[in-house]
């Protein structure tokens, strides 16, 4: 479906925008097989060719499957950003963002108010599907179930995207108001699989091995999609990979202190040779601190110093510091972590719910700037 894959089903690490760069790809590369997709990038940015956005689809030289998220409105100028990907060989699989339910992607009727516009929809999916064949390149969407609980547009979208000729649908099971909040909705993934013919990637809440081999049982999805699950945990695409190896005799590997602290010391390297020094390495792997450390029994002064380090050797001192045989705290496993904020009204253009047929392009939809 998606390259060769040493996982089956298919496991992919799902875009993270400010997370999912060159370095930690690397680092969950390291811990098991799978499909690491890097940051989403702006259609608009990249065929404008900003520097900034550029840089951001970096990938490294033993990234045998270079996977990008695109994320655009305009079908002409998505059609492009494809086709430059193509033409300069900058990626081998493209996905094509529809999920995103932050105000500034929303109000200009992109990420996950697009599906809701069913001919803007399926013409910019149709097009980027177009453009991407002459390379070879699979071309992939993600979605959310739709706008609200009164306005799903998933398996209509879904049906459309497979009619357009993608290569697999996934389905993040929240709607945009919910955000990160309340469960996934595994029986709309089931849905979903039933409706398509194409292979289908669930996508919402497994935060462990054992929750992958549950979501492939309830909704005999293809393939599953972890986000959050893998903040300060890259150790579980290795549980993932024994998960399906094994299946329901796995037990999953904890980590103990010492060995949770080397993956820390190992991400922060790699984020300051990815961002090429320790000032920006050490200030992006800042926020990664609490995620590593959540549950473990350490003072305060120490968890606020080391998420505060500008150096390399700061870190590496300040992790001699713990104890290295403190197991892993078993209550945090299954726990959600990572953005779980709040359900919020989702913010369209004027009119957007009351012309579900109308494919013109919003104005200013096209954003200039990548991630966020
Ligand atoms: C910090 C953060 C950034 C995200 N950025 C993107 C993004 O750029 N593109 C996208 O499709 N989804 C993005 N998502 C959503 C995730 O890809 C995923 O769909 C969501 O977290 C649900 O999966 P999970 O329950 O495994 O976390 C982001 C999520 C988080 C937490």
Same mark, same amino acid.
Request: glycine share 12%.
């Given at each position: ?49 900003? !520097? ?62 697009? !599906? ?17 064949? !002459? ?98 945990? !890259? ?138």
């Amino acid at each position: 479906m998606l390259g060769d894959h040493a996982v089956n089903p298919p496991v992919v690490l799902a875009p993270m925008a400010g997370i999912t760069n060159v370095a930690f790809r690397r680092l969950c590369r390291e811990q098991g097989g799978g499909v690491y997709v890097c940051e989403m990038i702006t259609t608009r940015a990249l065929v404008e060719r900003i !520097p900034k956005t550029l840089k951001m689809i970096a990938f490294a030289e033993d990234e045998k499957f270079r996977s990008l998220q695109l994320y655009g409105v305009d079908p002409d100028v998505t059609a492009a950003a494809v086709r430059m990907v193509g033409e300069d060989g900058l990626a081998d699989h493209i996905d094509l963002n529809f999920g995103c339910p932050v105000p500034k992607v929303t109000r200009r009727g992109g990420g996950s108010a697009l !599906p809701w516009r069913r001919k803007l929809f399926g013409r910019l999916v149709r097009q980027a599907v177009e453009a991407a064949r !002459p390379y070879g390149i699979p071309l992939t969407i993600k979605m959310r179930k739709g706008i609200d609980d009164d306005h799903l547009t998933y398996v209509d979208a879904g049906l459309a995207a497979q009619e357009a000729g993608v290569a697999a649908v996934a389905l993040h099971a929240r709607t945009a108001e919910q955000r990160y909040s309340g469960l996934a909705d595994w029986d709309a993934i089931a849905t979903l699989k039933q409706a398509l013919d194409v292979p289908v990637l669930g996508n919402g809440d497994i935060w462990e091995g054992s929750d992958a081999l549950r979501m492939v049982e309830h909704t005999g999805v293809d393939g599953v999609v972890v986000g959050r699950g893998c903040l300060g945990r !890259p150790w579980l695409f290795a549980d993932l990979e024994a998960a399906f190896t094994q299946g329901a005799d796995y037990k999953p590997v904890l980590p103990v202190l010492g060995e949770v602290s080397k993956i820390m010391s190992r991400h922060a390297e790699l984020l300051v040779d990815a961002l090429g020094d320790e000032k920006h390495g050490c200030a992006d792997f800042r926020k990664h601190v609490a995620w590593y450390l959540k549950g473990f029994p350490i003072g305060g002064e120490l968890r606020r110093r080391l998420a505060m380090i500008s150096s390399l050797a700061e870190l590496d001192d300040l992790l001699g510091k713990l104890d290295p045989g403190v197991p892993f705290p078993v209550e945090e496993l299954g726990k959600p972590r990572g953005r779980i904020n709040a359900p919020g009204k989702v913010t369209l253009p004027h009119g957007w719910l009351d012309s579900r047929d109308d494919d013109t392009v919003p104005e200013g939809a096209e954003m200039e700037n990548s991630g966020g």
